[in-house]
């Protein structure tokens, strides 16, 4: 990890600069005669127009490399202030890219490269020294690109050696930033003749700062060596890890927590870019990531960190992990004690809603659950499940409230991840979870209630089949008037995942219970807070899904308190309630979909007035609530068929506008500042050679709309088939090149399953004479040939098999004669038998990496 030195911001106040003060008026006509040293005072001036004279002369000196890349480096090594020695440094790496460098005359080169390290090894503060390291890092990646900077590794050698502890620190720091930078051209010929530095700079008695800089080097440089051509180097580095553990051990020992920190962010780092480095030590590193992670003594953030590493590890070498002796049964317990650190907060029990995002739960209990979830994942259930399972248990029927807590959260864990492994289990699992959602304490209720939701969730229909009988009762019992407010919720949310897996087969299972579901979720929603209103109405939705028409029965005793929950909500004013809003509306088009067109019909205006009310609200504000209320119009769509078209001629210009967004990626130097495209960006560090480290961002909630707006032209085309017909050419133009969308999944996704949608309207447009033939082949020789594109070059096997089955739709609506011969052969040919390959290749890949950890 680099620390990079961002310059000051503007209007940034710096006391004691006495020079500062020439530089704040009648500036402006002297600054083109300023020296660089001079402009650097004027930089921090609290006169606007002085700051920004003097940038202004900087990027006009910027312009001739020659003088102004060997000027930075002169202030950076004479002057005076330590501020703006830093800051002369920090200007030159922003400043060091290929078209710079290449602009840059020979001599000038020589002096920049000379001056960088003869400033680094006079510069006796050690936050500049850092940013000489970074500078000359990022100055030896640019030059990589075309050539090597032949004195670095000698001087890297040279400070390493120092009798000086700082300097040897900063050698080592220099080393592990420039294998960062520059990559496995620099760190292959350092890391072999380094080996004995290494292993003296890890060992006591050197200083503890020096040891922790060596590992972090060590961590750097593996990464690079893990071909097989550098097997035998990667072996020989594997010596170092009985210090780069002793390091850990000290640390503990020691509560050293920040040195302990380091350590392990350096280590989880290398878990993941190299696991097998690790091989010969592995039990090692499973004993120092326990004793650090049980022990209550150090900060809550290292002990995660430990966690964190153990986990890496596992998720990055399985293989090896389950080598380790009894690795489940000795980390699952430490997992356990960590989620029972629970605190009985008045906090939780204020939070009716069972709403996870105003949870404080302590941070050491969710790095505990958040964590066995993964290990759990990486083991796999058939080694997870009997050696957690006896833990568990006896975890279950402990008389402390904490304990029985933390078994019921690993059990969950479990269940969600142990799959087939646990299915023989799903008898006693129900009985222990049915027993324990009337627990005293309704944090362990609570935990149990979830534990059926998980099973209710992986192991659906047969659980819901085979245990309603004891699953529904403890859910009614919990939504009675007499249950805890929050447990309340928490069984509506149960409920939820009860019914939304439940089939057509396990409908009449579910009716014997609707007529007091319906009661008790109806209680609520006149009577409850405005949280627990939220849960039930979504519960409400699901029943009414799975009901389907079996719901009729309680049409007309829901709708109007619903549309009185949803006037009140959306009047609110208030975040909140535009979310309970948004949830009555779906609640509503879910049992709209449920009954059909005829008892809805008398309401329709009404609901359809106030879902137009709420789209506006959110094309006019906060638009959280968007996705959701163009979902239920599709669903009320699907009821009012062409009745629906008005309102859909003033909905599409929205999602339009949404399905055509384009948002860019951005790339800029990752050199500490971040110009950003708003905190709905998303960004990724990347380290490209010759370049640097760069941060890659994208505006994230951009790309979400734009998924948003193909998805409801697919959901809008299904449900209203030939009334959708007028809007088919335009929004075929918009989703037929989004198939093959390089930015977004999502986006690929819906356009991929929008088009059979598109062509079932034409063809129902065709049987009513508003469409023609012509106009279905159109569209799909323009489809299949992005299809057959996207079939290609699209990397996610489930993402290849969509959209398989979408052009199996487009032949099945377009009937026989769609492809002719050469489109046959590309099917068969150009998709399938590439298809067929790869997944040969890959398992046959995945059982050669299992061996080869073996």
Not at 41 to 48: D, Y
Not at 194 to 215: F, G
Request: aromatic residues 4%; contains cysteine.
């Amino acid at each position: 990890r680099i620390t990079h030195h961002p310059l000051p911001p503007q209007g940034y106040l710096t006391s004691n600069l006495r020079s500062q003060d020439s530089f704040d008026t009648g500036v402006t006509h002297h600054t083109s005669t300023m020296s660089l040293a001079e402009t650097f005072p004027a930089l921090l001036s609290q006169n606007n127009e002085a700051r920004q004279s003097a940038e202004a002369h900087l990027q006009t000196l910027s312009a001739a490399p020659s003088t102004f890349l060997p000027g930075l480096v002169e202030v950076a090594k004479t002057h005076e202030q330590q501020q703006f020695r830093q800051m002369a440094v920090v200007l030159l790496r922003r400043n060091l890219n290929q078209g710079a460098w290449g602009a840059t005359s020979a001599d000038a080169q020589n002096t920049v490269k000379s001056g960088l390290l003869e400033g680094l090894s006079a510069e006796p503060v050690a936050l500049v020294r850092s940013a000489f390291s970074d500078a000359i890092s990022k100055l030896a990646a640019v030059i990589a690109a075309g050539g090597a900077w032949n004195e670095v590794l000698p001087f890297v050698f040279k400070l390493c050696v120092s009798e000086d502890s700082a300097y040897k620190q900063t050698g080592l720091d220099l080393l592990r930033v420039l294998a960062e930078e520059v990559g496995e051209s620099l760190a292959v010929p350092a890391l072999e003749p380094m080996l004995p530095l290494l292993a003296q700079t890890l060992a006591a008695p050197t200083p503890v700062a020096v040891r922790v800089a060596s590992l972090k080097a060590v961590a750097s440089l593996v990464p690079h060596v893990q071909g097989k051509e550098h097997k035998a180097l990667l072996t020989a580095a594997q010596g170092l890890l009985p210090a780069v553990f002793q390091i850990i051990q000290d640390a503990l020992a020691a509560s050293a927590s920040e040195h302990m920190r380091s350590c392990l962010l350096a280590l989880i780092d290398l878990s993941v870019e190299c696991g097998a480095f690790f091989r010969a030590q592995v039990d090692t590193l499973v004993q120092a990531c326990l004793a650090v992670s049980s022990a209550e003594s150090m900060d809550e953030q290292v002990r995660a960190l430990a966690l964190e590493l153990l986990v890496s590890f596992t998720e990055s070498k399985p293989a090896l992990a389950r080598k380790v002796l009894n690795l489940t049964e000795r980390t699952v317990p430490v997992m356990l004690s960590m989620a029972a650190e629970v605190e009985d907060e008045d906090e939780w029990h204020k939070n009716v809603g069972d709403e996870e995002d105003k949870d404080e739960d302590a941070e050491t209990v969710e790095t505990g659950v958040e964590a066995m979830e993964r290990f759990l994942l990486a083991i796999g259930g058939n080694r997870a499940v009997p050696a957690t399972l006896p833990i568990l248990a006896a975890r279950v029927s402990s008389p402390q409230w904490q304990q029985r807590y933390a078994a019921l959260r690993g059990l969950a864990t479990l269940v969600s991840t142990a799959d087939k492994a646990l299915r023989e289990h799903i008898p006693t699992l129900v009985a222990s979870a049915v027993r324990l959602v009337a627990d005293d304490h309704p944090f362990v209720a609570w935990a149990a209630t979830s534990v059926l939701a998980a099973l209710c969730t992986c192991f659906s229909p047969d659980v819901q089949a085979d245990h309603h009988a004891e699953i529904m009762p403890a859910l009614l019992a919990l939504l009675s008037a007499n249950s805890h407010p929050r447990l309340r919720a928490r069984a509506a949310k149960c409920l939820v995942d009860f019914t939304t897996e439940c089939t057509e087969d396990e409908a009449d299972m579910l009716a014997v219970y609707a007529d007091d579901l319906v009661t008790s979720l109806t209680t609520i929603l006149v009577s409850g807070a405005p949280p627990q209103q939220q849960a039930a109405v979504v519960a409400v939705s699901a029943l009414a899904s799975a009901l389907d028409e079996r719901f009729l029965k309680y049409y007309a005793a829901l709708i109007p308190g619903l549309v009185q929950l949803l006037q009140g909500a959306a009047s609110s004013g208030t975040a909140a309630g535009r979310v309970l809003a948004g949830h009555t509306m779906e609640c509503i088009s879910c049992i709209a979909d449920a009954v059909g067109t005829e008892p809805f019909a008398a309401d329709a205006p009404r609901v359809m007035d106030l879902l137009m009310a709420l789209h506006q609200q959110q094309l006019s504000g906060d638009d959280s609530q968007m996705g959701t209320i163009l979902k239920a119009s599709a669903r009320i769509a699907k009821c009012m068929k062409g009745a629906f078209v008005p309102f859909l001629d003033l909905l599409l210009p929205s999602v339009m506008a949404y399905a055509t967004l384009d948002p860019k990626l951005n790339m800029e130097a990752a050199d500490g500042t971040e110009n950003g495209d708003g905190e709905d960006a998303e960004y990724s560090i990347v380290n490209m050679k010759g370049v640097g480290k760069m941060r890659v961002s994208i505006n994230i909630k951009e790309l979400q709309d734009k998924a948003l707006g193909c998805s409801m032209l697919a959901e809008w085309a299904e449900a209203l088939q030939e009334h959708f017909l007028p809007h088919v050419e335009a929004s075929s133009r918009i989703l037929v090149p989004c198939v093959t969308y390089k930015l977004s999944e999502d986006v690929r996704a819906a356009a991929v399953e929008a088009i059979p949608e598109l062509l079932r309207s034409i063809k129902a447009g065709i049987a009513t004479g508003a469409a023609t033939p012509q106009m279905l082949h159109g569209l799909w020789n323009a489809a299949w040939m992005e299809l057959a594109k996207a079939s290609v070059v699209e990397p996610d096997p489930d993402a290849q098999r969509s959209i398989l089955e979408s052009i199996s739709a487009c032949i099945e609506v377009c009937g026989d004669g769609c492809l002719d011969a050469a489109q046959q052969e590309q099917l068969i040919v150009g998709m399938l038998r590439p298809l067929l390959e790869d997944h040969a290749t890959g398992a046959a890949k995945e059982e050669d990496e299992d061996e080869e950890d073996e």
